[in-house]
């Protein structure tokens, strides 16, 4: 069952109307309603309540949208957790280096440590 609707109208210019005139029959978008619910979600999506998670929008190259096309087909793998799954990654990564990069400082100090031993002198 589908919530109902209410009608509210604007003034827009013939630029607008061009623009949005334009995108009908893209995405899915069949007439001007369609591209502008569209535009409103964007617009709420990207200015989401105060802790309720943080939207941003990544444009993304030619081969990279096909390549997340051929993911969501293959795999059911939306962009947005396609966009997770690799900053979750990116981050496991990062961490790994920095943990191997404190090691090996870690070691280094050691070594130096054990190098510079010395027994006090007395004269």
Do not use: C, W
């Not at 535009?39 to 941003?56: M, N, Y």
């Not at 990069?101 to 004269?123: F, P, S």
């Amino acid at each position: 069952m589908t919530t109902p609707s209410v009608m509210i109208s604007f003034r827009l210019t013939e630029e607008e109307i061009l623009e949005i005139d334009r995108r009908i029959g893209f995405d899915g978008m069949r007439n001007r309603t369609d591209v502008l619910r569209r535009s409103v979600h964007r617009f709420l999506d990207q200015t989401a309540t105060p802790g309720e998670g943080k939207v941003i929008t990544v444009d993304v190259g030619t081969s990279l949208n096909e390549e997340l096309k051929v993911l969501e087909e293959l795999r059911k793998i939306t962009p947005e957790q396609a966009a997770i799954a690799g900053i979750g990654l990116y981050y496991e990564q990062v961490t790994a280096e920095i943990i191997a990069r404190r090691e090996a400082g870690l070691g280094l100090v050691q070594k130096i440590a054990a190098d510079t031993k010395h027994e006090d002198h007395t004269e």
